[in-house]
């Protein structure tokens, strides 16, 4: 048979990944990129806004958002804005990811997420994560099955050892329309870097992310969710790039924390984020990082 113009045409959506906190969306998002685009950890709401990269290969492209999980009862300020990401991205998708934790039980927070997908007109793929951990009687998937019915597909992937994640992009493909090619257009705040990948967040952002990453890997429970990252400035010196960034902190007792006896939190945050952001660049860096309080930078971030 031959092919007509719309066989030919690449295929072109939108998808947007939901979850409640913890359950692999930015992992999941890594592994379809084959690249970090995005920080994770344990820690609920590691994610704190909404990103996008573009996925594109002979099929067509696809843009991917990454939302922060969704909480069920929040208190704090940041927690109360972090809310709200993922609901404003909903309204872009064509498809809506939503990926479930089956090595965990169900709770309120998945019916929150639930609720969220049921008003979407959106085509649906229900994705059950971490069957790397969770397999037999260590599933708590009986929680969960009975929700396959109200999605278009279903499929169980591990994230974090990059399980069926080709077939995931292959049922993406399935659902997503034949749309014209122009409409990206609108996406243009999306920045094209060297490397094919295209990240929504600009570089000093994105630095401030991988710190805040490390932070988050070396420091209590509680302290976290009391930490933001902001860099002051990136010089690059063509020997080396020089980064300047701060972590703020909302008490002296958490300041004390990120520290540490002797300096010795500090300087572990510090190196392993060097280090990673020298594999990613390539390059020498030099990171000079120092730790502030700032009581306010919960309320700065909302107003952005
Ligand atoms: N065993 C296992 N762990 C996973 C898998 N996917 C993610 N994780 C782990 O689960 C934790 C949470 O992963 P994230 O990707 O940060 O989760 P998230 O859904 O983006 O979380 P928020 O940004 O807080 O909403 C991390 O410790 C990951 O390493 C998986 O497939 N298997
Ligand atoms: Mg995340």
């Given at each position: ?5 719309e ?6 959506g939108r998808?947007?990944i ?5 359950t692999?969306k930015?992992?999941?998002?890594n ?5 970090k685009?995005a920080?994770?950890s ?5 994610t704190?806004k909404n990103?996008?990269?573009?996925f594109?290969?002979?099929r067509?492209?696809i843009?991917?958002s990454d ?7 929040v208190?704090d ?5 972090v809310?709200t990401?993922?609901?404003k ?6 498809i ?11 709770t ?5 997420v639930i609720?969220?997908?049921r008003?979407?007109?959106a085509?649906?793929?229900l ?5 790397d951990?969770a ?11 009975y929700m ?7 499929i169980s992937?591990s994230a ?5 994640i080709?077939?995931?992009i292959g ?10 090619i122009n ?7 999306i ?6 990948t ?17 932070a988050?890997?070396?420091l ?7 930490v933001n ?7 690059d010196k ?15 007792r958490?300041k004390?924390m990120?520290?540490?006896k002797n300096g010795?939190k500090?300087k ?6 060097r ?5 990613m660049?390539n390059?020498?860096?030099?990171l000079?990082l120092i730790v ?10 909302i107003?952005?």
């Amino acid at each position: 048979m031959r092919k007509t113009i719309e066989d030919i045409k690449p295929k072109f959506g939108r998808v947007v990944i939901l979850g409640r906190p913890n359950t692999g969306k930015s992992t999941l998002l890594n592994a379809i990129m084959s690249q970090k685009v995005a920080i994770t950890s344990p820690m609920a709401q590691t994610t704190r806004k909404n990103s996008r990269v573009v996925f594109s290969d002979e099929r067509g492209k696809i843009i991917f958002s990454d939302t922060p999980g969704i909480i069920n009862k929040v208190s704090d300020l940041v927690g109360k804005r972090v809310n709200t990401e993922a609901p404003k991205e909903v309204g872009r998708a064509d498809i809506l990811l939503c990926l479930f934790d089956i090595s965990r039980p169900k709770t309120e927070e998945e019916n929150k997420v639930i609720g969220l997908v049921r008003k979407s007109k959106a085509k649906k793929i229900l994705v059950y994560n971490k069957i790397d951990v969770a397999i037999g009687s260590k599933d708590h998937l009986a929680e969960y099955n009975y929700m396959e019915e109200e999605f278009d597909k279903v499929i169980s992937v591990s994230a974090i050892k990059e399980k069926n994640i080709k077939g995931l992009i292959g049922l993406i493909f399935e659902l997503i329309p034949k749309k014209d090619i122009n409409s990206i257009e609108e996406d243009a705040e999306i920045i094209q870097s060297k490397n094919k990948t295209v990240i929504s967040l600009n570089s000093k952002e994105y630095i401030a992310e991988i710190i805040r990453e490390k932070a988050y890997l070396f420091l209590r429970k509680e302290v976290p969710y009391s930490v933001n990252v902001e860099v002051d400035s990136v010089v690059d010196k063509r020997k080396l790039i020089v980064i300047k960034a701060r972590i703020l902190t909302t008490a002296d007792r958490y300041k004390k924390m990120i520290i540490g006896k002797n300096g010795k939190k500090i300087k572990e945050i510090g190196y392993n984020a060097r280090k990673e952001l020298e594999l990613m660049s390539n390059r020498k860096v030099f990171l000079e990082l120092i730790v502030e309080i700032d009581k306010h930078w919960a309320e700065r971030d909302i107003e952005k």
